[in-house]
Protein backbone atom coordinates (compact mmCIF):
# COMPACT_ATOMS: atom_id res chain seq x y z
CA UNK A 1 0.00 0.00 0.00
CA UNK A 2 2.83 2.63 0.68
CA UNK A 3 3.96 1.93 -2.68
CA UNK A 4 0.54 3.19 -4.32
CA UNK A 5 1.16 6.06 -2.15
CA UNK A 6 4.44 7.18 -3.14
CA UNK A 7 3.45 6.65 -6.73
CA UNK A 8 0.92 9.38 -6.62
CA UNK A 9 3.00 11.69 -5.57
CA UNK A 10 5.62 11.13 -7.84
CA UNK A 11 2.72 11.70 -10.66
CA UNK A 12 1.63 14.88 -8.71
CA UNK A 13 5.09 15.85 -8.76
CA UNK A 14 5.91 14.93 -12.61
CA UNK A 15 2.67 17.67 -13.65
CA UNK A 16 4.57 20.35 -11.70
CA UNK A 17 6.34 23.06 -13.92
CA UNK A 18 9.62 21.83 -13.51
CA UNK A 19 13.21 22.17 -15.62
CA UNK A 20 13.64 19.11 -16.56
CA UNK A 21 17.47 19.35 -16.60
CA UNK A 22 18.38 21.24 -13.79
CA UNK A 23 15.19 20.38 -11.98
CA UNK A 24 14.41 24.19 -11.07
CA UNK A 25 10.94 25.72 -11.05
CA UNK A 26 10.70 28.39 -13.66
CA UNK A 27 8.84 31.48 -12.46
CA UNK A 28 5.70 33.08 -13.77
CA UNK A 29 6.55 36.31 -15.30
CA UNK A 30 6.53 39.02 -13.52
CA UNK A 31 4.20 41.93 -14.59
CA UNK A 32 6.44 44.90 -15.59
CA UNK A 33 5.74 47.66 -13.05
CA UNK A 34 5.76 50.37 -16.15
CA UNK A 35 2.96 48.69 -18.26
CA UNK A 36 0.97 48.14 -14.74
CA UNK A 37 1.60 51.97 -13.78
CA UNK A 38 0.41 52.75 -17.47
CA UNK A 39 -2.81 50.68 -16.96
CA UNK A 40 -4.14 52.06 -14.26
CA UNK A 41 -3.38 55.83 -15.83
CA UNK A 42 -5.51 54.67 -18.53
CA UNK A 43 -8.41 52.95 -16.56
CA UNK A 44 -8.13 56.84 -14.51
CA UNK A 45 -8.08 58.51 -17.87
CA UNK A 46 -11.36 56.67 -18.80
CA UNK A 47 -13.15 57.34 -15.48
CA UNK A 48 -12.02 60.92 -16.05
CA UNK A 49 -13.24 61.11 -19.21
CA UNK A 50 -16.97 59.20 -18.44
CA UNK A 51 -17.21 61.28 -15.87
CA UNK A 52 -16.70 64.68 -17.91
CA UNK A 53 -18.71 63.11 -20.85
CA UNK A 54 -21.61 63.06 -17.91
CA UNK A 55 -21.14 66.66 -16.55
CA UNK A 56 -21.06 67.99 -19.64
CA UNK A 57 -24.57 66.34 -20.65
CA UNK A 58 -25.95 67.46 -17.59
CA UNK A 59 -24.72 70.98 -18.25
CA UNK A 60 -26.30 70.72 -21.36
CA UNK A 61 -29.49 69.43 -20.45
CA UNK A 62 -29.70 72.16 -17.67
CA UNK A 63 -28.54 75.03 -20.03
CA UNK A 64 -31.16 73.77 -22.42
CA UNK A 65 -33.99 73.61 -19.61
CA UNK A 66 -33.15 77.41 -18.38
CA UNK A 67 -33.55 78.74 -22.08
CA UNK A 68 -36.47 76.80 -21.91
CA UNK A 69 -38.15 78.51 -18.70
CA UNK A 70 -36.42 82.12 -19.43
CA UNK A 71 -38.59 81.74 -22.70
CA UNK A 72 -41.55 80.63 -21.01
CA UNK A 73 -41.18 83.64 -18.44
CA UNK A 74 -40.88 85.61 -21.22
CA UNK A 75 -43.93 84.55 -22.58
CA UNK A 76 -46.03 85.05 -19.22
CA UNK A 77 -44.72 88.34 -18.80
CA UNK A 78 -46.20 89.70 -22.60
CA UNK A 79 -49.57 87.61 -22.62
CA UNK A 80 -50.28 88.97 -19.14
CA UNK A 81 -49.73 92.38 -19.96
CA UNK A 82 -51.92 91.47 -23.29
CA UNK A 83 -54.61 90.27 -21.42
CA UNK A 84 -56.02 93.42 -19.48
CA UNK A 85 -56.32 95.08 -23.54
CA UNK A 86 -58.38 91.44 -24.71
CA UNK A 87 -60.83 92.40 -21.79
CA UNK A 88 -60.99 95.59 -22.88
CA UNK A 89 -61.36 94.69 -26.23
CA UNK A 90 -64.15 92.10 -25.59
CA UNK A 91 -66.21 94.72 -23.77
CA UNK A 92 -65.69 96.81 -26.36
CA UNK A 93 -66.94 94.33 -28.78
CA UNK A 94 -70.03 93.27 -26.59
CA UNK A 95 -71.41 97.08 -26.15
CA UNK A 96 -74.15 98.10 -28.30
CA UNK A 97 -73.42 100.08 -31.43
CA UNK A 98 -76.41 102.13 -31.98
CA UNK A 99 -76.30 105.80 -33.98
CA UNK A 100 -75.53 107.24 -30.53
CA UNK A 101 -72.46 105.07 -29.55
CA UNK A 102 -70.69 105.18 -32.52
CA UNK A 103 -68.77 108.04 -31.57
CA UNK A 104 -68.08 106.16 -27.72
CA UNK A 105 -67.10 102.82 -29.37
CA UNK A 106 -64.30 104.73 -31.50
CA UNK A 107 -62.82 106.51 -28.40
CA UNK A 108 -63.07 102.66 -26.83
CA UNK A 109 -61.19 101.66 -29.83
CA UNK A 110 -59.09 104.35 -29.74
CA UNK A 111 -57.75 104.23 -25.74
CA UNK A 112 -57.59 99.97 -26.75
CA UNK A 113 -55.09 101.06 -29.45
CA UNK A 114 -53.01 103.58 -26.88
CA UNK A 115 -52.77 100.42 -24.40
CA UNK A 116 -51.04 98.30 -27.31
CA UNK A 117 -48.77 101.24 -28.55
CA UNK A 118 -48.06 101.41 -24.33
CA UNK A 119 -47.47 98.01 -23.64
CA UNK A 120 -45.10 97.82 -26.80
CA UNK A 121 -43.02 100.52 -25.60
CA UNK A 122 -43.06 99.20 -22.17
CA UNK A 123 -41.04 96.09 -23.74
CA UNK A 124 -38.87 98.25 -25.71
CA UNK A 125 -40.71 98.52 -29.03
CA UNK A 126 -40.76 101.35 -31.29
CA UNK A 127 -42.28 102.12 -34.23
CA UNK A 128 -39.84 103.05 -37.67
CA UNK A 129 -40.51 106.18 -38.89
CA UNK A 130 -40.87 106.13 -42.56
CA UNK A 131 -42.66 108.59 -44.40
CA UNK A 132 -40.03 111.55 -45.89
CA UNK A 133 -36.99 109.51 -44.89
CA UNK A 134 -34.94 107.66 -47.45
CA UNK A 135 -35.86 104.05 -48.17
CA UNK A 136 -33.28 101.48 -46.07
CA UNK A 137 -33.79 97.96 -47.37
CA UNK A 138 -32.74 97.21 -43.77
CA UNK A 139 -35.33 98.78 -42.51
CA UNK A 140 -38.10 99.04 -45.11
CA UNK A 141 -39.87 97.05 -47.85
CA UNK A 142 -40.35 98.79 -50.87
CA UNK A 143 -43.89 97.20 -52.10
CA UNK A 144 -44.78 99.93 -54.82
CA UNK A 145 -42.88 102.83 -56.52
CA UNK A 146 -44.90 105.79 -57.56
CA UNK A 147 -43.51 108.69 -59.27
CA UNK A 148 -43.82 111.82 -57.20
CA UNK A 149 -42.88 115.78 -58.66
CA UNK A 150 -40.49 117.52 -56.21
CA UNK A 151 -39.91 114.37 -54.13
CA UNK A 152 -36.71 112.82 -54.66
CA UNK A 153 -35.48 109.10 -55.94
CA UNK A 154 -35.50 107.20 -53.04
CA UNK A 155 -38.10 108.72 -50.65
CA UNK A 156 -40.91 106.93 -49.14
CA UNK A 157 -43.79 108.70 -49.85
CA UNK A 158 -46.56 106.15 -48.21
CA UNK A 159 -46.33 103.73 -45.34
CA UNK A 160 -48.60 100.98 -45.88
CA UNK A 161 -47.84 98.79 -42.87
CA UNK A 162 -46.16 100.24 -39.97
CA UNK A 163 -42.46 98.21 -38.91
CA UNK A 164 -41.14 98.04 -35.73
CA UNK A 165 -37.97 97.85 -33.81
CA UNK A 166 -37.27 95.94 -30.39
CA UNK A 167 -34.48 97.66 -28.97
CA UNK A 168 -31.89 97.97 -32.34
CA UNK A 169 -32.86 94.40 -33.81
CA UNK A 170 -35.65 94.67 -36.80
CA UNK A 171 -39.14 93.10 -35.35
CA UNK A 172 -40.62 93.74 -38.64
CA UNK A 173 -39.74 95.78 -41.81
CA UNK A 174 -41.99 98.88 -42.63
CA UNK A 175 -44.15 98.48 -45.79
CA UNK A 176 -43.70 101.32 -47.97
CA UNK A 177 -44.61 103.05 -51.11
CA UNK A 178 -41.38 104.90 -52.48
CA UNK A 179 -40.85 108.09 -55.08
CA UNK A 180 -39.21 106.83 -58.50
CA UNK A 181 -37.75 109.65 -60.57
Known sequence: MSTDVNHEVDIRMADDPVDQADGAETAAPQPDPALAQLTEERDGLRDRLLRVTAE????????????????????????????????????????????????????????????ILDLLTRRGVKPIETVGQTFDPNLHQAVATESVPGVPDGEIVEELRRGYLLGDRLLRAAMVKVAQA
Open 56 to 115: FDNYRKRIERERRDATERAAEGVLGDVLPILDDLERALAADTDETSAESYRRGVELIHKQ
